[in-house]
């Protein structure tokens, strides 16, 4: 069974500090990974995934097999960056995903 | 830009009521999912449908099920609504062209069930 662990609930730091949200998986095949934010009144919404290597908001993520990890980092926090970070991990035909419970970012000005 | 409605932003519904949520899509996708968030608990899968008429049992689809009529809509629906199915419940669809999309998910509706 796939799982998708996030093993902070509240990460806290000042604006301007280096932000790494983390996000550890387990699943036997290929998995693709995601990153979804929810800023505060809005619709969930895709940030980043990791096959595309972008950055999104200054926003990176690598997907490491060896650790079976996708850490989502940023260098230097803005207070805009405060939402709710949820990582998901896809796999099978039909697309299902599997969320890990999120991480609640608060950027302190 | 993909559109999913949802139905209703805030519901309040009676014990042992039967209750429908709805949701729609306009982008033609053929996937469609319901989530319930709860929080400590993230998203967890309730029910998922590939295709018109189709649907696949999610993580807790106990006290649920759906209905897929239409591609664009898709129904979950509570048979006999309990107190431990108040929560926000979110909607979401994906384009299937054989890789993995990413999911586009509606506002969510609030659902309290008294």
């Known amino acids: 069974a796939q799982r998708v662990t996030q093993p902070e609930k509240l990460l806290s730091v000042f604006k301007g500090a280096p932000v790494e949200l983390k996000c550890n998986y387990s699943y036997s095949g290929s998995p693709e990974l995601f990153w979804y934010v929810q800023y505060s009144r809005q619709r969930l919404q895709l940030l980043l995934r990791?096959?595309s290597r972008e950055s999104i908001k200054g926003f990176t993520a690598d997907l490491n097999k060896g650790e079976t990890s996708f850490h989502l980092k940023k260098p230097f926090a803005q207070e805009e960056d405060s939402a709710m970070y949820y990582c998901?991990?896809?796999?099978?035909?039909?697309?299902?995903?599997?969320f890990g419970t999120g991480t609640k970012l608060q950027v302190i000005p | 830009d993909v559109k999913v409605t949802q139905s209703s932003r805030y519901l309040v519904k009676r014990t042992g009521e039967k209750v429908f949520l709805e949701c729609v899509q306009d982008?033609?996708?053929?996937?469609m999912f319901w989530y319930r968030q709860d929080p400590g608990l993230g998203l967890r899968l309730i029910y998922f449908?590939?295709?018109?008429?189709?649907?696949e049992k999610g993580d807790i689809p106990e006290g649920y099920s759906v209905s897929r009529e239409k591609k664009e809509r898709f129904s979950l629906i509570l048979e006999s609504a309990s107190t431990n199915q108040t929560s926000m419940y979110l909607c979401?669809?994906?384009?299937?062209?054989?890789?993995?999309?990413?999911?586009?998910f509606g506002d969510g509706t609030r659902l309290s069930i008294l």
């Open positions: 998901a991990l896809q796999s099978g035909g039909y697309q299902k995903v599997t």
């Open positions: 990791h096959i």
């Open positions: 982008m033609d996708h053929e996937n």
């Open positions: 449908s590939y295709d018109v008429k189709m649907k």
């Open positions: 979401a669809s994906s384009l299937w062209d054989g890789n993995n999309q990413p999911q586009h």
